[in-house]
């Protein structure tokens, strides 16, 4: 990232940048600033007058740019009794993924298995209590996802009715960020916990 990496920024969202390697490095500037807290709040401010893509006006309900987005599939009796996808079913999905991947919005996709071969850890003060699966209520289970990143709340949900199912759900969920939160050493040290994974 060349320059000043506040510039920077209103550039990416000016011209609707999604150079996820930049926005990170942007972040973990500002964490490690915060100093420049307030002054950035009013970049911010003149930024989303100018461009309808910040994070606030994704709060608020309006256009905005979600850096990053998960899309989970609800289970249903099929993915709950380990009912594979058929060969089709599975080209049908490469390809929507492929345009996901040539859009440049996909992080991440992986499917789970059931519940049956997965476990619950309940906390109750200092006691763990584990149950095993698998857990009755499949509609309220997840059996995959997608991690991408859009350039607004529509954008994430067209990519959504896109999937090649037939039937089923999927629900939208924005991914919180450590810039969401104020700066502070516990920020700081998941920024630096970000980094060492990052470099493995």
């Not at 990519?159 to 700066?183: C, H, M, N, T, Y």
Request: hydrophobic share 40%; aromatic share 8%; charged share 35%.
């Amino acid at each position: 990232m060349k320059g000043d990496p506040r510039t920077h920024h209103i550039h990416m969202n000016e011209i609707g940048s999604r150079d996820w390697e930049d926005q990170v490095l942007f972040r973990d500037y500002l964490i490690r600033h915060p100093e420049l807290a307030e002054e950035y709040a009013g970049l911010k401010k003149e930024l989303a007058r100018q461009y309808p893509t910040d994070r606030e006006a994704y709060l608020d309900g309006k256009a905005a740019f979600i850096e990053r987005v998960l899309k989970m599939v609800r289970a249903n009796k099929d993915s709950e009794a380990g009912v594979l996808p058929t060969e089709e079913q599975l080209a049908e999905m490469g390809k929507y993924n492929e345009e996901l991947v040539k859009a440049g919005v996909l992080l991440a996709a992986e499917g789970l298995h059931a519940s049956s071969k997965g476990a619950r850890v309940k906390f109750s003060g200092a006691k763990r209590t584990v149950t095993d699966g698998p857990f009755a209520e499949a509609k309220e289970l997840i059996a995959g996802f997608w991690l991408i990143q859009a350039k607004a709340k529509d954008e994430a949900i067209e990519w959504a009715k896109r999937v090649p199912f037939e039937d089923g759900e999927i629900e939208i969920r924005p991914v919180f960020e450590l810039s969401d939160f104020a700066p502070s050493e516990a920020v700081e040290h998941h920024a630096r916990l970000r980094d060492q994974i990052a470099k493995k």
